[in-house]
């Protein structure tokens, strides 16, 4: 089978996990529970990728007639590096129960609260779509506007 085309196939996989995994932390009030999980995951999907990096370099002629075969293998790891996709962290969900907030109070203060870039209107914003249940519907009657944000 053509080691690229397994790439791109693992590409996929990534993608696949990637979602299935972040819907799965988005319901869970305690994602930190996943994180051990996600970082195995991770781990071997990266270790994966710079094996198939070093096959496409070992058999590229124009990069093995330049290269000393301890160079191929440090571009390879360079490489796996530099394509190194973060996934994307989203918010979780706060419907009110008392044992889910301080998780997600302080995931919500780092990425949006503390976020000095961001207008207000959108920090309400992102607090209301991550909101559910009792929690949401307190602030369900505030209208969309800036100085709302301190008051939700």
Same mark, same amino acid.
């Given at each position: ?32 529970? /996943?994180? =051990?999980?996600?970082? =195995? ?17 070992? /058999?590229? $002629? ?5 290269? /000393? ?8 790891? +360079? ?7 973060? $996934? ?10 008392? =044992? ?12 949006? /609260? ?17 909101? +559910? ?9 505030? $209208? ?9």
């Amino acid at each position: 089978m053509n080691i690229k085309l397994c790439m791109g196939r693992l590409e996929e996989i990534w993608n696949k996990y990637e979602e299935i995994q972040d819907r799965i932390e988005s319901i869970d009030c305690d994602p930190s529970r /996943h994180d =051990d999980f996600r970082n =195995d995951f991770e781990m071997k999907f990266y270790e994966l990728n710079v094996k198939m990096q070093r096959i496409i370099d070992a /058999h590229d $002629p124009k990069g093995s007639e330049q290269l /000393h075969p301890a160079d191929a293998s440090e571009q390879g790891s +360079s490489n796996a590096h530099n394509n190194l996709k973060l $996934p994307a962290i989203r918010l979780t969900m706060f419907s009110g129960q008392y =044992d889910c907030w301080i998780s997600f109070s302080d995931m919500f203060k780092a990425m949006i /609260h503390e976020n000095d870039s961001l207008p207000e209107i959108q920090k309400f914003h992102y607090l209301e779509s991550s909101l +559910s249940g009792e929690a949401e519907r307190l602030i369900s009657n505030l $209208p969309m506007t800036a100085n709302n944000y301190t008051i939700a």
